[in-house]
């Protein structure tokens, strides 16, 4: 079992970090944006299971292989950036009907889940967090699996909680597209917000 304290330590940092904006808070909006929040469901199941594998490889002790397998992390994060990027276009170049269902083209679930896999295993500032962090709140060599248990229900509790607010924020706005000239303005918006995800990736 794991102190109360340490607990809440971890989850104020993750609070923190999970809810300021980043890469995949951007990507997601603006995903949901384009076609809706029941479409973003592969991609942030995706970034909800990246996260749990980084917890536990931190708790395994794998920073050293982390590291030996960096231009592992370096190609997804180029694939995850290249995807971002791929969709931005498609946004930005989408047609501009009355129909809000016909923003952006269909894209599979397989497809959306590989992106979010490859964006949250690439992502630098959840490396760091995991990897560098979490060794200095929680005691991982007297942590046992009960513990382990702990920290991926609160890690994932978190996670769904800040991820399903952004959605429901993102949907909202959504509700406002009724004309062909405000959904031209959305698709040029979430198309600059998956460019300046990949951007910002590639720039970590």
Same mark, same amino acid.
């Not at 973003?40 to 490889?57: C, K």
């Given at each position: 079992? =794991?102190? +109360?304290? @340490?607990? %809440?330590?971890?989850?104020? /940092? !993750?609070?923190? $970090?999970?809810? &300021?904006?980043?890469?995949?808070?951007?990507?997601?909006?603006?995903?949901?944006?384009?076609?809706?929040?029941?479409?973003?469901?592969?991609?942030?199941?995706?970034?909800?299971?990246?996260?749990? =594998?980084? +917890?536990? @490889?931190? %708790?395994?002790?794998?920073? /050293? !292989?982390?590291? $030996?397998?960096? &231009?592992?992390?370096?190609?997804?994060?180029?694939?995850?950036?290249?995807?971002?990027?791929?969709?931005?276009?498609?946004?930005?170049?989408?047609?501009?009907?009355?129909?809000?269902?016909?923003?952006?083209?269909?894209?599979?679930? %397989?497809?959306?889940?590989? /992106?979010?896999?490859?964006?949250?295993?690439?992502?630098?500032?959840?490396?760091?967090?995991?990897?560098?962090?979490?060794?200095?709140?929680?005691?991982?060599?007297?942590?046992?699996?009960?513990?382990?248990?702990?920290?991926?229900?609160?890690?994932?509790?978190?996670?769904? %909680?800040?991820?399903?607010?952004?959605?429901?924020?993102?949907?909202?706005?959504?509700?406002?597209?009724?004309?062909?000239?405000?959904?031209?303005?959305?698709?040029?918006?979430?198309?600059?917000?998956?460019?300046?995800?990949?951007?910002?990736?590639?720039?970590?």
């Amino acid at each position: 079992m =794991i102190e +109360l304290s @340490a607990l %809440v330590i971890f989850a104020g /940092a !993750l609070i923190v $970090t999970a809810g &300021s904006p980043g890469p995949s808070i951007a990507a997601l909006v603006a995903r949901v944006l384009a076609r809706g929040p029941v479409s973003v469901l592969p991609f942030l199941a995706a970034m909800w299971i990246g996260e749990a =594998i980084w +917890l536990t @490889a931190a %708790v395994c002790g794998l920073a /050293a !292989l982390a590291e $030996t397998l960096s &231009s592992v992390f370096f190609i997804l994060k180029w694939i995850g950036a290249g995807y971002l990027l791929y969709l931005a276009w498609k946004m930005w170049t989408a047609p501009t009907g009355f129909d809000p269902s016909s923003i952006p083209d269909h894209t599979s679930p %397989v497809k959306l889940f590989a /992106a979010g896999m490859a964006l949250t295993l690439g992502n630098p500032k959840i490396i760091v967090f995991y990897l560098a962090l979490l060794p200095a709140i929680i005691d991982l060599h007297t942590l046992t699996i009960a513990g382990w248990v702990e920290l991926t229900a609160a890690m994932l509790f978190i996670l769904i %909680v800040i991820d399903l607010i952004w959605v429901m924020l993102a949907a909202s706005a959504r509700r406002f597209l009724k004309t062909p000239a405000a959904i031209r303005i959305t698709n040029r918006c979430g198309a600059g917000m998956m460019a300046g995800a990949a951007t910002a990736i590639v720039a970590r």
